[in-house]
């Protein structure tokens, strides 16, 4: 043992406190102790959990549509992007097309990630009113 | 064992555990704000996510032979293994709370993605409270605090001049939301962050940044807070002093995104003000952890 640990030991025995290395637990740090181990016994078993759970689905994506938005002469399509899957994807790209008047109109923004089971929102924007437009993910990557 | 006794166990025990809370959060907050860290949790594997709880835990043991949280060091072994699986889980409720409180984490989201980014986040926290009571602890007994207290004519001398205390106060909470804004400020994780909270939830973050900082000075233990509560000068009441040193970080916030050009003078005030709140929680974590050190 040092010389300091020594002159430590000597001055918490002066100042009537026990050897925290040798004196028994007080209640509070049982109670303490043992709320941390639950709280660590439920991460490590969600974990283990989800490495044990088979059902490893890919991404898979569904596009649902908002209302449309007019400001001043283009139009604002709000798109919400789900991924099914349980696995993330990434740079989710979604594109959507438009006929009008002849000529095809495409509007696409990209999502950094998405991961499974949830959600990510965007807007596409038109010339036209994209009521008819045909909205879909386009490409993905694996991250 | 007497009341009295009883009672000054949990208040220790509580007072160990808020210093581990005030480590984590100054230790953890530049990771809290970089969004790759929060990346790497939305794929990271299950055995990956084990294997860094337990390179948390073993860094904890680690650390606890010679730091730790408690103000008394644990030396046997089954103390320090306790002690760590505790830091453990603080630095992973912490984590947790932070990123609920950024609005990273939703409940709507996947829980792998919700474990991957708390177990990832979790990671520089437990390190945080690895080292809580290094902090700065030399400055109390170097000062000569503790149980023995300051020498009495120092503090006087100190104490007596309220406006010279309230100045280096107020200098080494500007210094300390300087530091932690600089490296902050430039990055896009403030408007990410800010445009996915609503007004009410921001009121929710003040109140937590005011508590952080509350904890980091008054409640941890840490440092010089033994000669802090002493100190006489505008700073001195802990709620006026976790106001002020608030209202100041915030302003160092402020600056800092303004000299980065995050917010211009053209920008509409609400976003001055989103944004503000936004970088004003780890500003107020590093003006608290100034007034600690300086």
Same mark, same amino acid.
């Given at each position: 043992m040092s010389v300091k640990e020594e002159k430590r030991k000597e001055q918490s025995k002066k100042r009537g406190e026990k050897d925290p290395g040798i004196a028994p637990r007080s209640r509070a740090e049982w109670v303490s102790l043992l709320v941390a181990l639950l709280l660590l016994a439920l991460v490590v078993g969600t974990v283990v959990a989800i490495w044990l759970?088979?059902?490893? #689905?890919?991404a898979r994506f569904r596009v649902a549509r908002g209302a449309v938005r007019v400001e001043g002469e283009l139009f604002y399509l709000p798109v919400v992007v789900s991924n099914d899957g349980d696995a993330t994807g990434a740079q989710v790209t979604v594109t959507g097309k438009l006929e009008a008047d002849g000529e095809e109109e495409e509007a696409s923004t990209t999502f950094d990630f998405v991961p499974g089971h949830s959600q990510v929102e965007g807007s596409l924007i038109f010339?036209?009113?994209? #009521?008819s437009a045909d909205v879909r993910v386009t490409s993905y990557q694996k991250p | 064992m007497s009341k009295s006794e009883a009672v000054s166990d949990w208040h220790r025990e509580l007072n160990d555990l808020m210093r581990a809370v005030a480590g984590a959060f100054l230790f953890g907050a530049p990771f809290l704000y970089t969004m790759e860290v929060w990346w790497k949790g939305n794929f990271t594997s299950p055995p990956r996510m084990l294997f860094a709880l337990a390179a948390a835990y073993v860094s904890l043991v680690a650390l606890n032979l010679n730091g730790?949280? &408690?103000? &008394?060091? =644990?030396?046997?072994w089954n103390r320090i293994l306790g002690d760590s699986a505790e830091g453990l889980a603080v630095a992973l409720a912490s984590a947790a709370f932070s990123l609920v409180l950024i609005g990273?984490? &939703?409940?709507?989201?996947g829980l792998e993605v919700i474990m991957g980014r708390i177990v990832m986040e979790a990671v520089p926290f437990s390190i945080g409270v690895g080292i809580a009571s290094n902090f700065l602890k030399k400055q109390d007994e170097e000062g000569?605090?503790?149980?023995?207290?300051? =020498?009495e004519e120092r503090a006087q001398d100190w104490s007596s001049d309220a406006w010279r205390g309230t100045l280096a106060d107020a200098g080494s909470t500007v210094l300390g939301a300087t530091i932690i804004c600089s490296s902050i400020a430039p990055t896009d994780e403030i408007p990410m962050i800010a445009a996915g909270l609503s007004s009410p939830w921001l009121l929710v973050m003040i109140g937590a940044s005011l508590l952080l900082s509350y904890i980091i000075v008054f409640e941890a233990d840490l440092g010089s807070q033994s000669r802090r509560m002493t100190q006489t000068g505008i700073f001195q009441s802990p709620i006026s002093e976790t106001l002020a040193s608030y209202l100041l970080s915030l302003l160092v916030a402020f600056l800092t995104m303004w000299l980065f050009q995050?917010?211009?003078?053209?920008? =509409?005030l609400s976003q001055w003000v989103n944004y503000t709140i936004v970088l004003g929680l780890p500003a107020t974590i590093g003006g608290a952890a100034g007034r600690v050190a300086l």
């Open positions: 759970d088979p059902s490893a #689905v890919p010339g036209s009113d994209p #009521v | 730790g949280f &408690r103000t &008394r060091q =644990p030396r046997a990273i984490i &939703r409940f709507n989201e000569g605090g503790g149980s023995d207290g300051l =020498p995050l917010v211009r003078v053209d920008d =509409p």
